[in-house]
C-alpha cells in the first residue's frame, strides 16, 4: 500500500462566463446561484464535505476517485439542463485532484485543472485510482496550463453499471491497490412522492428531490408563505432515505401509523409509507401535503 492510501479526492466546481454584477441579481433566475444550488445538492448526494466555497465556486473532498468523478458527472448533468439567460454563455468548469497533506495546494490544483467550459478534468492519479469501467469516460488531454498528466471526462456518456453497487459506489481509495468488490444488481426507484397533481421518483439516477416555494425545487409550492424558498430535501444516502429540514417552521414527518414528528434545521430517516407538511403540523386530514410511498 502507497503513502496515498485512503486519500480522499478534491472535486473544484467553478461557475464562468458571467460578471461579479449578475451575482446578487434576481436570486430565482440567477444563473450563479441556480447552479451552485444543484452543485451543492449534489455534494450532499454523494456524500462529499465542502471544504471551501465563494460566491462562484465549490471545493468538496469526496472519500474515492469512483465517488468523485461520478459527482463531477452529476454536477454537469444538472447544470446543462438550466437555460442560458444572458449573452455571455454561463458555464460549468471541474476540476478532480488528489487531496494533498497541505490543503491550500490540493485546492489550488483541483482549482487549476478547472478549465473546460462545460467539461471535467481529472489528474491521472484520479483516474488510476477509479474503478477501470470509468476509464471509457477519460481521455489523455493536453492543456498549456497544466503541467501534469491529465484526462478529459467525458460526463455525457452513459455511465457504465458495473461501477455502481445498488446505490453506493463501489471503488479503491485513492493508492490503495484491493480489489473492487463484485457489484450488485442496482435498484432504480427509492422512493415516490404525490403532492397534488404532482408525482416524482428518488432514483438512482435522481438520488435528491428539493421541496420549496423556489421555482428550482422539484415539488414547488407556489404562493404558501409557511414553506420556506428552500424547505427541505430528501436524499438516498448509503442506503437510507434521508429528510433534511433546513426552513424556518420545520417539516412535519406522520407515518402510516399516524405518529408525527417535526424537525427544524435538522435529518430524519424516512421509510413505509406516510404524509410530509411543510411549515406545519399534521391536522388530521390525509388528503393533505406530500404523499411518501418507499420502494
Given at each position: 500500500m502507497s503513502d496515498n492510501a485512503g486519500q480522499r479526492v478534491l472535486v473544484y466546481a467553478i461557475v464562468s462566463g458571467i460578471g461579479a454584477d449578475s451575482v446578487d441579481k434576481d436570486e430565482d433566475n440567477n444563473?450563479?446561484?441556480?447552479?451552485?444550488?444543484?452543485?451543492?445538492?449534489?455534494?450532499?448526494?454523494?456524500?462529499?464535505?465542502?471544504v471551501d466555497r465563494s460566491p462562484?465556486?465549490?471545493?468538496?473532498?469526496?472519500?474515492?476517485?469512483?465517488?468523485?468523478?461520478?459527482?463531477?458527472?452529476?454536477?454537469?448533468?444538472?447544470?446543462?439542463?438550466?437555460?442560458?439567460?444572458?449573452?455571455r454563455h454561463v458555464s460549468l468548469r471541474v476540476g478532480i485532484h488528489p487531496e494533498s497533506d497541505t490543503p491550500n495546494a490540493a485546492n489550488e490544483n483541483a482549482e487549476g485543472l478547472a478549465v473546460l467550459d462545460n467539461?471535467?478534468?481529472?489528474?491521472?492519479?484520479?483516474?488510476?485510482?477509479?474503478?477501470?469501467?470509468?476509464?471509457?469516460?477519460?481521455?489523455?488531454?493536453?492543456?498549456?496550463?497544466?503541467?501534469?498528466?491529465?484526462?478529459?471526462?467525458?460526463?455525457?456518456?452513459?455511465?457504465?453499471?458495473?461501477?455502481?453497487?445498488?446505490?453506493?459506489?463501489?471503488?479503491?481509495?485513492?493508492?490503495?491497490?484491493?480489489?473492487?468488490?463484485?457489484?450488485?444488481?442496482?435498484?432504480?426507484?427509492?422512493?415516490?412522492?404525490?403532492?397534488?397533481?404532482k408525482k416524482i421518483e428518488l432514483t438512482r439516477d435522481i438520488p435528491v428531490v428539493s421541496l420549496g416555494r423556489d421555482p428550482q425545487n422539484d415539488l414547488v409550492f407556489e404562493n404558501d408563505f409557511l414553506v420556506s424558498r428552500n424547505h427541505c430535501r430528501i436524499e438516498w444516502r448509503a442506503g437510507r432515505l434521508v429528510l433534511t429540514d433546513t426552513s424556518t417552521n420545520g417539516t412535519s414527518v406522520t407515518d402510516e401509523h399516524g405518529k408525527e414528528v417535526l424537525i427544524r434545521k435538522s435529518s430524519i430517516d424516512i421509510s413505509g409509507k406516510g404524509l410530509i407538511l411543510l411549515g406545519r403540523t399534521f391536522p388530521g386530514d390525509l388528503g393533505c401535503g406530500v404523499h411518501f410511498e418507499t420502494c
Open positions: 444563473p450563479v446561484k441556480r447552479r451552485l444550488n444543484r452543485v451543492d445538492r449534489v455534494i450532499a448526494a454523494y456524500q462529499g464535505e465542502v462562484y465556486s465549490y471545493c468538496a473532498a469526496f472519500r474515492t476517485a469512483d465517488t468523485a468523478v461520478l459527482a463531477a458527472c452529476e454536477m454537469q448533468h444538472r447544470c446543462s439542463s438550466l437555460p442560458q439567460q444572458f449573452k467539461g471535467i478534468v481529472a489528474s491521472e492519479n484520479v483516474i488510476a485510482a477509479s474503478n477501470p469501467e470509468l476509464h471509457a469516460l477519460a481521455s489523455p488531454l493536453k492543456a498549456p496550463s497544466i503541467d501534469i498528466p491529465v484526462f478529459s471526462v467525458d460526463w455525457r456518456l452513459e455511465i457504465p453499471m458495473g461501477v455502481m453497487n445498488g446505490d453506493l459506489i463501489v471503488s479503491t481509495p485513492v493508492g490503495d491497490g484491493q480489489k473492487n468488490p463484485k457489484p450488485a444488481k442496482a435498484k432504480s426507484v427509492f422512493l415516490k412522492l404525490s403532492y397534488k397533481e
